[in-house]
């Protein structure tokens, strides 16, 4: 299995980006998908989730701004960014709780990383 992030980039502060995370691989079932970040000098920390039957979760610092979805037919999930400030500035990374079919059992997986900067 292969997590595909894409869509980071260089934008003006109260801009917008919108970041995917293409899953690819013998999977049965994805369950749930996740945004992580990390900026320089600091742990990576959770942005936002979303399990397979729909439940969200926001770190309370990006509620209001960023809206994560997923599209369960493509294996793909998404992180809309609105609002975006300075202190988004990070490596943004994707992960997914695949079910795999090739070993009947589910595992963790980690994108490349994308890199949202945000300009004051």
């Known amino acids: 299995v292969q997590l595909q992030a894409s869509g980071g980039g260089l934008v003006q502060a109260g801009g917008s980006l919108r970041l995917s995370c293409a899953a690819s691989g013998s999977i049965f079932r994805i369950n749930t998908m996740g945004w992580f970040r990390q900026a320089p000098g600091k742990q990576r920390e959770l942005v936002a989730a979303?399990?397979?039957?729909?439940?969200?979760n926001y770190a309370d610092s990006v509620k209001g701004r960023f809206t994560i979805s997923r599209d369960s037919a493509k294996n793909t999930g998404y992180l809309q960014m609105n609002s975006l400030r300075p202190e988004d500035t990070a490596v943004y990374y994707c992960n997914s709780n695949v079910f795999e079919r090739s070993i009947s059992r589910a595992r963790d997986y980690w994108g490349q990383g994308t890199l949202v900067t945000v300009s004051s």
């Open positions: 979303i399990t397979s039957g729909g439940t969200i």
